[in-house]
């Protein structure tokens, strides 16, 4: 459920880097490359894993309608709803939902200059999906592909509110904004322990999450702000896209050459749970060197580019 923590996140940031961008086809297309090109690789890369890796040595990739699957995986439309089931990485659905927020957040942003309206038009697209998912979903966030991106578009607008909303507004003082975090994070666990007798609960989630970005935002430097800007927290930021992404094809990769009888155990699975950690750590650090970071750098030339040829030219 903390995946809808992530997609209020992504809308809160994206408002405040792009949401007083200019509403121009040049603006949109500079958003989108440098977008795309920071989810893209590293699902591409993890995608093939999961298809050399999993699929090919399990006869999952022999199932009927396999071709169609990958078809929208690799065009990361595959959480879009167009089929129930689609996701050969299973945490990539979210990213394929988030991919359909930025197509539609840049043309919201085409459609007029003004900020004030382009959040306004963006809340109207989460209200929608709130509605949807209150009528087709009886208020619940899980289930099949056909209304996940109904929830990440409802989430990623809350974000954007949230920066609407805390833009203008004055820090807390330290001990204000830790009690308050303090009181969501209470709030979110709590939540955790019922939502699975009582499903329509989930909807709290980003409610909670809004909440909790609101107070850190707004955060002059509590106890909390200070252990999130410590190594270990910042490596793990920096590196929780490769952990998101390469966690579930390494593990089902681990699982299959691992002998069964390591895990009837409780030593041995605690002894293979710490390899798998090790070993995800150690790739994670790689993704990030080798994939995220250059493509991600090429994708801010990329979108650069025209502006920096334009006054070459002029001149």
């Known amino acids: ?3 809808d923590l992530f997609f209020v996140l992504s809308g809160y940031v ?27 690789p590293l699902h591409l890369v993890t995608l093939v894993a999961a298809l050399i890796l999993v699929d090919m040595p399990s006869a999952t990739a022999a199932l009927p309608g396999y071709g169609t699957m990958v078809a929208l995986n690799l065009s990361m439309t595959h959480a879009w709803g167009l089929v129930p089931g689609s996701v050969l990485n299973g945490p990539s659905w979210s990213i394929s939902t988030e991919w359909g927020a930025y197509l539609i957040f840049a043309w919201i942003c085409l459609m007029t200059p003004v900020t004030r309206r382009r959040l306004q038009y963006l809340g109207g697209v989460g209200l929608v999906s709130l509605v949807s998912l209150i009528v087709w979903r009886d208020g619940g966030l899980d289930g099949d592909l056909l209304f996940r991106l109904p929830r990440c578009l409802m989430s990623f607008a809350l ?38 007798r009582l499903q329509n609960l989930a909807l709290v989630m980003p409610l909670l999450s809004a909440a909790m970005i609101a107070a850190m935002v707004r955060d002059p430097g509590s106890i909390a702000r200070s252990f ?31 002998p069964a009888g390591w895990r009837t155990t409780s030593w041995g699975a605690n002894l293979w749970l710490a390899m798998a950690l090790c070993a995800l750590f150690g790739v994670v650090t790689a993704t990030y060197a080798l994939v995220e970071r250059p493509w991600r750098a090429y994708g801010r030339r990329l979108a650069d580019a025209p502006a920096r040829l334009r006054p070459r030219a002029a001149n």
Not at 14 to 31: K, Y
Request: hydrophobic share 50%; proline share 6%.
């Open 1 to 3: 459920m903390f995946v």
């Open 14 to 40: 994206i408002a405040s880097v792009h949401a007083e961008s200019e509403a121009t086809g040049q603006s949109a297309r500079r958003f989108l490359i440098r977008r795309f090109f920071r989810l893209y």
């Open 159 to 196: 974000g954007a509110a949230v920066w609407g909303c805390c833009r203008n507004r004055p820090p807390l003082g330290p001990n204000r904004a830790a009690s308050f975090q303090l009181l969501v994070a209470v709030a979110m666990v709590l939540l955790l322990t019922f939502v699975d």
């Open 228 to 258: 999130m800007e410590a190594p270990v927290p910042q490596w793990l930021g920096r590196h929780s896209y490769s952990l998101y992404l390469v966690h579930m094809p390494l593990f089902h990769f681990l699982l299959l050459g691992t």
